[in-house]
Each structure stands twice: as structure tokens, then as C-alpha cells.
């Protein structure tokens, strides 16, 4: 007895693999520019229009309207001039607030402003960065995305000079500041700054996204270039010396 082959003539239904990897798109960052001269906002906007990973969201020359636009579309970094036209200490409390409004918010202090204890206020609270308008738009690029990876940037120029910056973990430049037969480093540098606006080496570490053993080895180096024996005589001695 035979037996005819029956065929299956149904489509063949094909499993489903698995779904083709896609590159996860790139958060764009958004930015909020808080100047009192509508041509630096201008010129700021310009700068960044260009970068594919940052979106000014909002531009304000009043603390009154960083505030309003801080709070409606909240911003991962902010470029803020502490000179808004209306005293010094106007920025200083604008960058004040935002730090407590918004506690994941990174501020970039971007100012022609030369008063030192403004600066000092400013790094006291917090602030992540400080530059002087004199800085190439290279550099403030740079600093945007530096601090926008977490890190911080504190321009030389925020002690005085313009335009230069030190960005930490940049270890491999040059030595700089002449100090005798020795010379302080960049990270020296940076550490030293700090140290003048009375931060702890715990607060250092964390600020320049360090551990706090590296940043007790920079302040023995410190001590030991300086010639002193404390802690407390480096900041003393480095201003005497004009360092700092």
C-alpha cells in the first residue's frame, strides 16, 4: 500500500531575529546665557549654533528672567556674567539660587569682571568654572564641554591674567609660574587656587574630580616647592610671592 506525499504549500513563516542595533542618539545638552550685553548673547549663540551637542534654550540679561527660564525648561549648564549691570553682587546671587533651585545644574562663570573677591565668592558656592571674556572661543567651547563631562575649569586668568585656562586632568602641560630653582605644575596650580578660597581636601578632590589622596600629594608637593612646613603658610606664602 502506497501513501502520497502531501505538500506543504503555506508560506514558510520566518522567525523574527533579533532587532538591528542603532547608535543611541546623543543627549543634546541645553544651555541657558545670562549676560547683560545682547551682542555677547549674540555672539555666545553663534558660538554654539555650531555644535551639534548643545541647544541654547533660553538667553536672559536680568537674574529676574534666568530665573523664569531656569524654571521652565530647566538647563544643564548655564554661562553666566556675574557683572548684569546692576553690581557684582546681582550674578553672585543669581548663581547662588540657581545652585539651590536646581542642584544638577552646572554654572560657568564668564566675565570680564577683575574684582578678585567676586571670584572668590563666585568658587565659594560652587560655581564649576571660571573664565574671563577675554578666552578664544576654542577655549570656551572646551570649558562648556569640560564642564558638561563633570569636570571643572578655572581659567589662570581668574587670578588675574585673560584668555588661559586650566582644565584638570590636563596634566601632561607644561610646567608653569616660575617659583625660584622650581615650578609649580597646572594641577599645582589649580589645587594652589583652591586652597586660597579656603576649600578642604575633600571639597578640592571633588572639585576637580580628584581623589583626596592625589590632592594631599599635590599639597605636600606644594609645601615642599614653597619651602614651608603648614598647610595654612602655603596660600601666605604664594601670595607673598605673587602666585596667587
Given at each position: 500500500?502506497t501513501t502520497?506525499?502531501?505538500?506543504?504549500?503555506?508560506?514558510?513563516v520566518?522567525?523574527p531575529?533579533?532587532a538591528?542595533l542603532?547608535?543611541a542618539p546623543?543627549?543634546?545638552?541645553r544651555?541657558?546665557v545670562?549676560?547683560?550685553?545682547g551682542?555677547?548673547?549674540?555672539?555666545l549663540?553663534?558660538?554654539?549654533?555650531?555644535?551639534p551637542q548643545?541647544?541654547v534654550?533660553?538667553?536672559?540679561?536680568?537674574p529676574r528672567?534666568a530665573?523664569?527660564?531656569?524654571?521652565?525648561c530647566?538647563p544643564d549648564l548655564?554661562?553666566?556674567?556675574?557683572d548684569?549691570?546692576?553690581g557684582?553682587?546681582a550674578g553672585v546671587?543669581l548663581?547662588?539660587?540657581?545652585l539651590?533651585r536646581?542642584r544638577?545644574?552646572?554654572i560657568?562663570?564668564l566675565t570680564?569682571?577683575?574684582?578678585?573677591?567676586?571670584m572668590l565668592?563666585t568658587v565659594?558656592?560652587?560655581v564649576h568654572g571660571?573664565?574671563?571674556?577675554?578666552a578664544?572661543a576654542t577655549?570656551?567651547l572646551?570649558?562648556?564641554?569640560?564642564?558638561l563631562r563633570?569636570?571643572?575649569?578655572?581659567?589662570?586668568?581668574?587670578g588675574?591674567?585673560?584668555g588661559s585656562?586650566?582644565?584638570?586632568?590636563d596634566?601632561?602641560r607644561?610646567?608653569?609660574r616660575?617659583l625660584?630653582?622650581?615650578?609649580l605644575?597646572e594641577r599645582?596650580n589649580?589645587v594652589?587656587?583652591?586652597?586660597?578660597?579656603?576649600?578642604s581636601?575633600?571639597?578640592?578632590?571633588?572639585r576637580?574630580?580628584?581623589?583626596?589622596?592625589?590632592?594631599k600629594f599635590?599639597v605636600?608637593?606644594?609645601?615642599d616647592?614653597?619651602?614651608v612646613?603648614?598647610r595654612?603658610?602655603?596660600?601666605y606664602?604664594?601670595?607673598?610671592?605673587?602666585?596667587?
Amino acid at each position: 500500500m502506497t501513501t502520497d506525499a502531501v505538500l506543504d504549500t503555506r508560506p514558510a513563516v520566518l522567525e523574527p531575529g533579533p532587532a538591528p542595533l542603532l547608535p543611541a542618539p546623543c543627549r543634546t545638552a541645553r544651555l541657558l546665557v545670562v549676560d547683560g550685553a545682547g551682542i555677547v548673547r549674540f555672539g555666545l549663540r553663534q558660538l554654539f549654533a555650531g555644535d551639534p551637542q548643545l541647544a541654547v534654550v533660553g538667553e536672559a540679561a536680568t537674574p529676574r528672567d534666568a530665573l523664569v527660564i531656569a524654571d521652565r525648561c530647566p538647563p544643564d549648564l548655564v554661562i553666566l556674567d556675574v557683572d548684569l549691570g546692576r553690581g557684582d553682587a546681582a550674578g553672585v546671587e543669581l548663581a547662588r539660587m540657581l545652585l539651590e533651585r536646581h542642584r544638577k545644574v552646572r554654572i560657568l562663570v564668564l566675565t570680564g569682571c577683575r574684582d578678585r573677591e567676586i571670584m572668590l565668592r563666585t568658587v565659594r558656592l560652587g560655581v564649576h568654572g571660571y573664565l574671563r571674556k577675554g578666552a578664544d572661543a576654542t577655549d570656551i567651547l572646551r570649558a562648556v564641554h569640560t564642564l558638561l563631562r563633570g569636570e571643572s575649569v578655572f581659567g589662570a586668568g581668574a587670578g588675574g591674567g585673560a584668555g588661559s585656562m586650566d582644565v584638570p586632568g590636563d596634566e601632561n602641560r607644561p610646567p608653569a609660574r616660575g617659583l625660584g630653582g622650581a615650578t609649580l605644575t597646572e594641577r599645582e596650580n589649580q589645587v594652589l587656587r583652591l586652597l586660597a578660597v579656603g576649600m578642604s581636601n575633600r571639597e578640592i578632590g571633588r572639585r576637580l574630580v580628584i581623589s583626596e589622596a592625589t590632592v594631599k600629594f599635590h599639597v605636600r608637593n606644594l609645601r615642599d616647592k614653597l619651602d614651608v612646613r603648614r598647610r595654612t603658610e602655603i596660600v601666605y606664602t604664594a601670595t607673598r610671592q605673587g602666585i596667587v
